[in-house]
């Protein structure tokens, strides 16, 4: 087909159809529905060409299926409509993961909605999957070159969220003391229950020239239960500049967020923090997060100190279906008391892969922990190996709206040498995400 034999710039014009058929569609040849189709856009009745796509994107051949969601998808880009465009060019790419054209035209809607780290995944995606060398240079330059364009937006994600230990609590009825064993009581132990998870992000850009803007964020996370005592909410603001250069992103940032845990203010952080993105080669992306921020906590003020955290991430496209990454960070926290001030370090791998209209991905992490000085109500100071493995699935074909079904499975262990600290947890988590 047209857009699989590979173009030199990515708003090339949409070729003419060869379908070299006699099918029957509707009483009419493809290729006079692909006809009919196009003097509908040329008259700008765009309402007649999207519903001739879209009924020659269920025909049984997928050569015929694939050439309409292309030309509905550049139809609807050209449209501006560019979470329908998004669709219908991931919709081909589930059929055809190899057609590079699709791949890269898909980049192109996401960094025209926002998101230039979905662009530069498509982008890594394409370039995995084998480019002409003419091809490979202007793509090249695209990515170089690719950042945001919106000037604001945002993103809001929903879940129900079914947990066997929503306050991550120890099972056991006793606490080991250096006084006597002391007796928890029923809700400082684990506790099941179904939360509401949610998330959400907003951001404006406010360009200041050709490759700086000043970028304001603001986020809240976190989930409500029915017990409403373990409702832990987090929201925080940044703002600084971003500032882009040839293969490279850098974002310094001052930062302030506050979290409230059953309902009650419990803890606020003020700050910094710097995000630096790099292109490495064709496949891979490195982003290092380095932060500073001094907590302050309302019920104990003997954990006021300063937390310093970095990391390295490496993401990488091993095909055009299948990627992952690995995560390498470290954190410091100080405190007023020496038993609640820990070191910690550990590291996260992620895979995941395209199954046709399904997303499959899986995750593994491990982080130890360490405390300065035993706290004077334990017997031992706190050390801690904690353990994670999460399992995903992203069912595209049953969209609505934009969004697909989402099922994601994790499975969670703390060893402490500390009683209140040792706990097990098991998480479903049934939601939405967009369907691109």
């Given at each position: 087909?047209p ?8 708003a ?5 159809v060869?379908?070299?058929?006699s ?6 040849h ?10 509908a ?8 060409a ?7 994107a ?14 509905l998808?550049?139809?609807l880009?050209?449209?501006k ?6 669709i219908a060019?991931?919709?081909?790419l589930?059929?055809?993961p ?18 230039e ?5 498509q982008i ?13 240079i202007?793509?090249n330059?695209f ?15 929903l ?5 066997s230990?929503?306050n991550?609590?120890t099972?056991?009825?006793?606490l080991?003391t250096v006084?006597a ?7 400082a132990?684990?506790?099941s229950?179904i ?6 992000q907003?951001y404006v ?5 050709p490759?700086v ?12 239960y ?9 929201t925080?603001?940044?703002?600084g500049?971003?500032?882009?250069f040839r ?8 930062t302030?967020?506050w ?12 700050g910094g923090?710097v995000?630096?993105m ?5 496949r891979?992306q ?6 500073a921020a001094?907590?302050?906590?309302a019920?104990n003020?003997?954990?006021n ?5 970095g990391?390295?991430?490496i993401e990488r ?11 390498v ?6 405190a007023a ?8 370090g ?8 395209d199954?046709?209209s399904?997303?499959?991905y899986?995750?593994?992490?491990y ?7 035993r706290?004077f ?7 801690d190996?904690?353990?994670r ?9 049953l ?5 697909a ?10 060893v402490s040498?500390?009683g209140?600290y040792?706990?097990?947890r ?8 967009r369907a691109?």
């Amino acid at each position: 087909m047209p857009f699989l034999t590979g173009v030199a710039l990515l708003a090339a014009p949409v070729p003419s159809v060869q379908t070299g058929e006699s099918r029957q569609i509707s009483g009419l040849h493809a290729a006079d529905l692909f006809a009919a189709a196009a003097r509908a856009e040329a008259a700008r009745a765009f309402a007649d060409a999207e519903t001739i796509y879209r009924a020659l994107a269920k025909d049984p051949d997928i050569e015929i299926r694939s050439e309409a969601r292309f030309r509905l998808g550049v139809m609807l880009e050209g449209e501006k409509r560019y979470r329908d465009a998004a669709i219908a060019f991931r919709a081909l790419l589930d059929e055809k993961p190899n057609a590079a054209r699709v791949r890269l035209e898909l980049a192109k809607v996401l960094a025209l909605m926002g998101d230039e780290g979905g662009a530069r995944r498509q982008i890594r995606q394409a370039q995995a999957g084998g480019l002409p060398p003419e091809v490979a240079i202007v793509v090249n330059q695209f990515a170089n070159a690719l950042r945001s364009a919106k000037p604001f937006g945002g993103s809001l994600e929903l879940s129900l969220a079914p947990d066997s230990n929503i306050n991550r609590a120890t099972s056991s009825a006793t606490l080991d003391t250096v006084i006597a064993p002391l007796t928890l009581s029923r809700d400082a132990r684990e506790q099941s229950g179904i939360g509401l998870k949610l998330g959400g992000q907003a951001y404006v850009r406010l360009p200041l020239g050709p490759r700086v803007t000043v970028l304001g964020r603001a986020s809240v996370g976190g989930t409500l239960y029915t017990k409403s005592q373990f409702d832990d909410i987090s929201t925080s603001l940044a703002a600084g500049p971003e500032v882009s250069f040839r293969k490279n992103r850098l974002r310094p940032a001052a930062t302030i967020g506050w979290r409230y845990y059953g309902g009650h203010f419990y803890a606020r952080t003020e700050g910094g923090e710097v995000n630096w993105m790099h292109v490495a080669g064709k496949r891979g992306q490195i982003e290092v997060d380095l932060s500073a921020a001094h907590a302050g906590y309302a019920l104990n003020p003997l954990q006021n100190g300063m937390i310093y955290d970095g990391s390295i991430a490496i993401e990488r496209a091993f095909t055009a279906k299948t990627g992952g990454s690995l995560t390498v960070s470290a954190d410091r926290q100080s405190a007023a008391d020496p038993g609640y001030a820990t070191t910690s370090g550990g590291a996260t791998a992620l895979l995941w892969r395209d199954l046709g209209s399904l997303t499959l991905y899986g995750s593994a992490s491990y982080r130890h922990l360490g405390s300065d000085a035993r706290l004077f109500l334990y017997p031992k100071s706190r050390t801690d190996d904690f353990y994670r493995v999460s399992l995903g699935i992203a069912f595209r074909k049953l969209q609505v709206a934009g969004l697909a079904p989402l099922a994601r499975l994790a499975w969670e262990r703390n060893v402490s040498t500390v009683g209140i600290y040792d706990y097990r947890r098991i998480a479903l988590e049934l939601g939405v995400t967009r369907a691109f």
